[in-house]
């Protein structure tokens, strides 16, 4: 072997040694340490390189040093006699009876209480949500703060540029973030656009040559608007054509949920657009006022609780209300998501519910945008179906729709799908909404989508060919990565 070999073979060593410690050290689930390791040390240079692309979580976040106390903190600054339920207060007109249990344990892990007095507005797909959205903006007197995964610049993005543009002019403070990887689902950028209409704009954990930084994970897939920090939105609904549903132009086109929001629960959503421009930024945006309109009395029934969630933070929060929620479900436990890779975790819970009498029912899309994802999908149905879960794929167009509910009393909304990237790769955002009316519409929703899907059975799972059987399987190898 000549001196070029030698050193070829040193680095790789070195490099491999390098990223297998590192795994070892900083993953927290045995199989993906020893996927990692496996991978560093039989590929040569570009193990350890694929490694550093998509296993390093190499996002400098000061949350990561502090938890999340300055989010933690605004919270509870903002709510100390804002109307909230204080956790020995039992009160079955604020949460129905059965799930004090799993209000105390989502608030054993968030650390944050529930927000009592809001009104909550469901808005389905893009012509219920970007009417108000779009209202919202016009009307703004002070401030407007927008966050989003993806922007596009076609005729609804362009509309959305305007009026924030508009609303710069008129004086009002308007900042926009937008995940450094979303924004290239349009062209031209939306960043640049709105930056030429006066609007303050930063992309989030965007890639760039120098410093090398490029990473397919760690995106900020939130998506939150707030208006004067007292009218609210937040859902799973991106800035686009493709929501219009309506609208036979869109090729595409995908249907969701968005929420609208008035009372003391705005001001959880304005802390963590804050907490995150000042990440991005470096510049930390003030509190919100003493004397804000998100304070004023609002006549409202829903107790809402923000559910932040990222790989900033060591305690998976979203993960672990699920299975608490799952794990408290006494008649029925409903989930509608676009993607579903559950962990073995929340399997087991589900396995659980459902052999206890819950009725468990899951609704995919039947046509996914991701087609291996939906490979890997069902690869492991069978599991489920074995034991009475029902699962339905709903028709087209496809449902980017993210719902939870349990008993009808419940229910978890936002932007995470059920999956290793929302749960453990993604900056995501979830709502715990306590309203007996809004969630029996929700419920009603979810049977009018069961009606027109169609069940998937044990035998059509295990009457696969093998080579799509084998298609599944080597998709769903890659589940944590999906």
């Not at 991978?39 to 240079?45: R, S, T």
């Not at 949350?63 to 989010?71: L, N, T």
Request: hydrophobic share 40%; net charge neutral.
């Amino acid at each position: 072997m000549n001196d070029l070999g030698w050193l070829v073979v040193t680095l790789h060593v070195l490099a491999a040694s390098a990223a297998s410690w590192h795994a070892l050290l900083y993953k927290r689930d045995s199989r993906a340490a020893l996927g990692w390791i496996s991978v560093c040390v039989l590929f040569p240079i570009a193990g350890p390189l694929l490694y550093c692309l998509l296993g390093v979580n190499r996002v400098e976040n000061r949350a990561r040093m502090e938890g999340d106390k300055k989010v933690r903190r605004r919270f509870v600054d903002f709510e100390r006699g804002a109307g909230l339920m204080p956790p020995e207060k039992r009160d079955g007109g604020v949460v129905a009876s059965g799930q004090f249990g799993l209000q105390q344990a989502t608030l054993a892990i968030t650390g944050q209480r529930l927000s009592t007095g809001n009104q909550v507005q469901i808005l389905y797909n893009g012509e219920g949500a970007y009417p108000p959205m779009l209202a919202a903006i016009a009307q703004a007197e002070y401030s407007i703060c927008l966050t989003t995964y993806i922007f596009e610049t076609n005729e609804t993005g362009r509309q959305f540029i305007k009026a924030l543009g508009d609303a710069a002019a008129r004086g009002v403070d308007v900042r926009v973030m937008i995940d450094g990887m979303g924004e290239k689902y349009s062209f031209p950028r939306a960043v640049r656009l709105l930056k030429r209409v006066g609007v303050r704009t930063c992309r989030y954990n965007p890639p760039r040559l120098i410093p090398p930084t490029f990473s397919v994970n760690l995106r900020n897939h939130r998506k939150i608007l707030v208006v004067d920090d007292s009218l609210g939105f937040t859902g799973g609904i991106n800035i686009g054509d493709r929501h219009l549903t309506d609208n036979p132009e869109v090729k595409e086109p995908v249907a969701d949920i968005h929420f609208s929001f008035k009372g003391p629960f705005v001001a959880q959503l304005v802390a963590i657009f804050n907490d995150s421009w000042a990440e991005t930024t470096g510049r930390t945006l003030p509190k919100v006022p003493a004397d804000s309109p998100a304070k004023r009395d609002v006549e409202g029934v829903a107790s809402c609780r923000a559910i932040v969630d990222g790989p900033d933070e060591n305690l998976d929060r979203l993960a672990l209300v699920l299975q608490a929620a799952v794990t408290s479900a006494q008649r029925s436990v409903l989930i509608m998501t676009p993607y579903f890779l559950p962990s073995p975790g929340l399997i087991g819970c589900l396995l659980g519910a459902a052999l206890r009498g819950v009725k468990v029912q899951i609704v995919l899309p039947g046509e996914n945008n991701l087609p291996y994802v939906h490979w890997a999908t069902r690869n492991m149905l069978w599991e489920l179906l074995f034991y009475h879960v029902e699962v339905f794929y709903q028709p087209p167009p496809f449902a980017h729709s993210k719902l939870f509910m349990v008993d009808e009393d419940y229910v978890l909304i936002g932007s995470a799908n059920i999956d290793p990237r929302s749960l453990r790769l993604n900056y995501e955002l979830g709502v715990e909404i306590y309203d007996q009316k809004l969630n029996e519409q929700l419920c009603n929703h979810f049977r009018q989508v069961i009606d027109v899907s169609t069940p998937v059975t044990l035998q059509e799972v295990d009457g696969r060919s093998l080579p799509a059987r084998t298609r599944d399987a080597f998709c769903w190898l890659f589940s944590p990565y999906l």
